[in-house]
């Protein structure tokens, strides 16, 4: 399809480019305020145990300290992200009586440098009753297991199920049943910025807080809620962000801490980690161990799946429940699973809490639907491909009453990787057993933005304000948050799109939760392009509308005219020489409402679209790799991506989005881990936590299917998110495909393969 | 009349009080950026000259300086207020090739420090065509005079005439007929804070300017238009100010300078006036030439006026034009007069030009009317406060399509000091030959807001938004600039008590041209309560409207009822049982809504008032002094006050800003005054220019008229600025009580009285 579009679909440099790379982007740790303290955190050194004592009084004495806190100065309210399932919020911000993790939050200190917090970290003495500790899934829902969190049986918070078909039928009647175990890892999402926030106390009460988030609106509604204050006595404004990938979208302790010192104090307090601290103590990617049995019929078609999942939570629920309940929803979408069974399990245990990452629990459930197809497919003799354009969804399939697929361009994915790569040759080729190449599939779905509203908001999902002038101009206020990801570039674009102006044009005051409408759930689920630009979409019709009435007053116009906004005009569709300049339209709509500006406001809000989402995005992913058979190194040489990501606003942003999953993808299937040894994160530096780099980039082809969302705005999906999912999935295939020996745990190291090619 | 107020009429503390005693308050002049420079003005040392050569070569060639701009390196685009008479505008942000006052800008600095600046302009080298300079209204006029700007014939840039009735009859069939020439001083606004501002230019090109301003609107538009760009890629912030009186409501060349250089260089730009500089060149009341002739019928009725004045304006006409048709205007008003004849003139002469200035040409033309009036009295052998009873205006009277009052508590007020300061027994008492204490009378009336539209702004005269959260709180955003009088503590007492919530509740962002709603035409006038004031009612009509019909739908309630906001709830007006929490109601409306924000514009435009305001403030003033015969020195003994200013917001606020008044117009009476020669300002220190302090402030007794103007917020009118115009005339006449010889030209100072106490 083409469309006329003057804006979309084109490749607009990054808005925030230049600030960032003339160092003029201003993010957290730069604010500097009159009088500003700053903060450090003092963290459990222990896995597990009761607190006795706190002594703080050495570091109170020591000079430049001017505020510790303990969980007891505290109002002691929980909070978490899942405010409409109350018992789920299972964190203080500050411990109360116990520790369940090394690095739980115990004090915070505030003084005039530094190194003076610091120094006074060193001064507090801790007395700890030390607790057995649980570092494994199956130890922690052992019978008898000692409970982290009191009245959690068998240490599992939470459980999700998803039942459709009959899943018992299909397995009585499988021509080809697989069952398996699958065991993932826990990576860290390795946001460039580590998280800061500055907090200051206004004189009135108030509060402001600049912060490193994802999620400006959560901050301010748990801020207020653990602070006892009123939700609109906290304004919380998110600065330059380096980075999120579902790391920073909860309250963070040192927010809290920033905030309630800055109010005792009357001073402004920062908090800045070190990456020692994120690495050490901050959210991660769940590690899960998966259970899936999978009937097929006589000629390939899947006919049924039961799939469970433990997912490793750490010592607290942090964003565990979405995790779990999208693991399951992946686990039996992307292809056709006519009946489908699925138990997901959240686990304490004494480790960091896993939270939100990129792919949200797809990462997880791909591996394992991707890597059964691959046995079935061996096990029937067919090719990879086949078995997925089989079973592949398409537009229009449905789980009844929970969701639906509006657009999917999935089939034709498959058909483009296999066409561009030589797949079916190569296939042959290097499945050869003295061929040291391989070449592998990895495919994908995922979500355009949550239709649940596990928050609880009161608000719609995102709203925006826009604003027009009669200098031609327009003014976008919103919410949303542009973490690295792009989306004030590509709001724009839509913005401009809509009104026939120039990106240019636009003034955006974005993320500022006292100026910006309520409210925006934020940056997460990949849902920003899909929800604000369709708040934009609604809140131009209402301005435009107000410029085609002037318009038809101007001209008397027929009531048949259609009218449109473009190239900086507002005229009639089929007659373009009749109109008016754009902003001419808007000093006469002005006029005509005597003087009052030109604003709309516009919301989107996922209804009518089931329980998962408004839109899926669909891809497929082939890797080569070349596998040093002495050694086990695995090199990748090049990964081809077709995806239908609805029409990509931005094609050069989506493209930065492909790269930057393709490497998040590559260190989670080959090089990403946590090391752990009794609950403590060994590897915290990044010497040692190692992330591929641009150097260990492998060559890049891509292809964007041409597919046009029904809802979503300008027929754009999502873009950011599902294509961390193939990666992986499609490295371990190709793997395979080389050494002749399938993996079933991630990541697939050298060491793993001389392992494992000697076995064979 | 008793109305049963939450919040109006109480006396609540001002809002910036804190900040200010604390030192939290943040002034222009305290915004320190990164990388930013110090600008500094080179101005002309010479009257009236051409511009021969401007040499920089010295000055850029100074380690430290980073940019010298001069009238060529501009856009060359002139401004000025009065948009609506493009003529008018005869100002450039530097001059081109001429000169027309000490201290007109000629070039600008940015550098380093303050110090690299200043030296910088030291070695700047103007070279002069010197040409003649004229100083006095009478030189300017006359035919033959040198022109100041080319085109303006007599140096007479404008002229106002107000006419109506017939005066030619009144003279004839006059029982008395007075004439006389009065003549009035230049002064200063004196505000705390000299002028300031820092300029930061985007990125994107876009350009924020935080400034020391009474009008970010007019800052906005102006910048803009000098500048070559759209209105709204300027923004302009106003941070907390100290004071303005007038004397800050026009772009200010050092703005423009900062914004144009910060552009130039990509580093933020700090201009700050030095005290010299604000004494030297700065706007200053317009010094007048006037002549009256006024008629009385046998019993004392005024019958006709025929009032003339000549405004010095100096070299621009800055707002001049304003102040010729106030002035006029008040010359006419006050008293009934049938007949009324006014003829203004705007003259250039060659000095520091005349602007806006507290009372905006009512102090002159009421020192005309009040000692007039007192003349008058004395030839009728009436009392001066029975003369004025017999004239004074009422409810009702109007200048048919002009102006109408439409409450007035004039003659109250009158009757009122007559009473508390046992006028009839002093009057008498005083005016016996061997007595040295004298007590006067002096009368005002003001505007609350102008409603004329010089600036031709296309917006609303004021526009707010009004946002209501279920947490209890609201938040106001308003263009509406706090520059000390108030305005901000006075707003948020209306909008708590239109929404039955405390003051407290609500967040205010205030004059911020990219997030408040366009427009605000600014703090002049005495226009901001009651023009902010009844937007802040028409936005919370239609935010109650939703609440109320949601309390109908939960109430399922009986169409006749009457609802209302209060005390936190939201209830049936004869059932206050039946009703909601004020939060709950808009939970419940946001519920209704689906999510959707509880937001509303609301504005103000002064229609159907006639030209000149909506509404009329009255008071008489009596100031009692004491003169001491042997060296003339006055003591102003007590001023006893009482005003019709509708009904007062905030009482506490209203007498502060009487005293204000008080303090302003014993300056202007007895010893503030601009000692020129030669077109240079010899008092440029608050040493030499003497402004009465605190220890020179009189006892202060005032009382409030009830009255309930039926257009104003809550019945609200003036109170800010009408009152500097009575304590001049009222000194003046217990000075002439005390020594039997009346002024008719100001100051007036113990030199000459004693001149004139030698010739009786």
């Known amino acids: 399809m083409t469309y006329n579009f003057s804006v979309i679909g084109k490749n607009v440099p990054r808005q925030d480019g230049k600030a960032k790379v003339m160092g003029a982007a201003q993010f957290a740790d730069d604010i500097k305020l009159p009088g500003m303290l700053f903060g450090k955190i003092l963290r459990s050194t222990v896995p597990h145990a009761k607190i006795k004592n706190i002594d703080i009084s050495k570091a109170k004495a020591l000079p430049g300290v001017k505020l510790i806190i303990t969980g007891e100065d505290t109002p002691k309210i929980n909070f978490g992200n899942w405010r409409l399932v109350p018992e789920s919020m299972d964190e203080y ?6 520790v369940r993790f090394i690095g739980d939050e115990i004090a915070a200190v505030a003084a005039v440098d530094i190194d003076t917090a610091q120094e006074a970290l060193s001064l507090i003495k801790v007395e700890y009753e030390e607790l057995p500790a649980i570092y494994d899934i199956d130890e922690a829902i052992k019978d008898g297991a000692i409970t982290i969190h009191d009245n959690v049986k068998n240490n599992t918070s939470l459980s999700r199920t998803i039942h459709y078909g009959n899943v018992d039928e299909a397995f009585a009647n499988a021509h080809l049943l697989l069952e398996g175990t699958f065991d993932v890892h826990s990576v860290s999402h390795a946001y460039m910025e580590p998280c800061s926030c ?20 959560y901050v301010q509604v748990l801020l207020a809620q653990t602070l006892g204050m009123r939700e609109n006595d906290i304004r919380v404004i998110k600065p330059f962000v380096g980075g999120g990938f579902g790391g920073k979208m909860e309250l963070r302790k040192w927010e809290f801490c920033a905030a309630f010192m800055s109010k005792k104090l009357g001073r402004p307090v920062k908090f800045t980690l070190t990456r020692d601290e994120e690495l050490a103590t901050g959210r991660r990617r769940h590690p899960m161990k998966m259970h899936s049995k999978i009937a ?8 049924g799946k039961e ?35 699925y138990n997901g399990f959240h686990v304490y245990t004494n480790k960091p809490p896993a939270g939100a990452m990129r792919g949200f629990g797809a990462p997880q459930a791909l591996f394992v639907t991707e890597t059964q197809l691959n046995i079935a497919a061996d096990k029937f003799g067919m090719d990879p491909l086949d ?5 592949a969804m398409e537009t229009g399939d449905e789980i009844p009453g929970v969701t639906k697929v509006h657009s999917c361009g999935f089939k034709k994915c498959l058909e483009k990787v296999r066409e561009v790569t030589k797949w079916d040759e190569k296939r042959k080729e290097f499945t050869k057993k003295d061929s040291n190449k391989g070449i592998g599939i990895g495919c994908y779905s995922f979500i355009s933005g949550g239709a649940f509203n596990w928050f609880n908001t009161q608000y719609p999902f995102t709203a925006v304000e826009v604003k027009v002038f009669d200098d031609g101009t327009a003014h976008l206020l919103t919410m949303a948050s542009d973490i690295g990801q792009g989306c004030d570039t590509v709001l724009r674009q839509i913005l401009a799109e809509e009104l026939g102006i120039k990106t240019e044009d636009i003034r955006l005051t974005a993320a500022d939760t006292a100026v910006t409408p309520q409210a925006d759930l934020g940056t997460w689920g990949s849902r920003v392009t899909f929800m604000a630009g369709n708040a934009i979409i ?17 001209l008397e116009a027929n009531v048949i005219h259609d009218m449109e906004c473009k190239n900086g005009m507002v005229y009639l569709k089929n007659r373009p020489d009749k109109g008016l300049k754009f902003k001419e339209a808007v000093r006469l709509a002005q006029k005509y409402n005597r ?21 899926y995005s669909f891809g497929a992913q082939v890797a080569e790799v070349t596998i040093d058979k002495e050694t086990g190194i695995i090199s990748v040489d090049k990964v081809t991506t077709a995806h239908d990501c609805g029409t990509p606003i931005n094609p050069i942003a989506v493209e930065g989005q492909l790269e930057g999953s393709i490497q998040m993808g590559l260190g989670y299937a080959t090089c ?11 590897n915290t530096t990044f010497l040692d936590y190692k992330v591929p780099t641009a150097l260990d980039m492998p060559e890049n082809e891509h292809y964007t299917i041409d597919v046009y969302d029904p809802y979503g705005p300008y027929g754009a999906k999502e873009a950011g998110e599902g294509l961390v999912s193939p990666t992986a999935p499609a490295i371990a295939d190709a793997i395979s495909c080389a050494v002749n020996f399938r993996f079933t745990d991630l990541p697939i190291t050298a060491e793993k393969i001389l392992k494992n090619i000697s076995k064979i």
């Open 538 to 554: 609604n809140a131009c019709k209402k301005i435009k509308d107000q410029l085609f009435k002037v318009l038809s007053l101007k």
């Open 672 to 682: 990403e881990n946590f090391v752990m040894r009794n609950g403590k994160t060994l």
């Open 296 to 303: 097929f019929s006589k000629d390939g078609k899947i006919t």
């Open 198 to 217: 500055v907090a200051k106390s206004d004189l009135d009460g108030r509060i402001t807080i600049w912060t490193s988030t994802q999620t400006p609106y």
């Open 307 to 341: 799939f469970t999942s433990y997912l490793d939570g750490g010592a607290y629920n942090s964003m565990g429940p979405t995790a779990a309940f999208l693991c399951g929803n992946f686990g039996g979408f992307l292809y056709k699973f006519p009946s489908y069974k």
């Open 387 to 391: 078995i997925r354009l089989l079973n």
């Open 595 to 615: 003087g009052e500006p030109i604003v709309a406001y516009g919301s989107y809000t996922p209804r009518d679209h089931g329980l998962v989402t408004p839109a």
């Open 93 to 98: 911000p500050l411990a109360i009586d116990r």
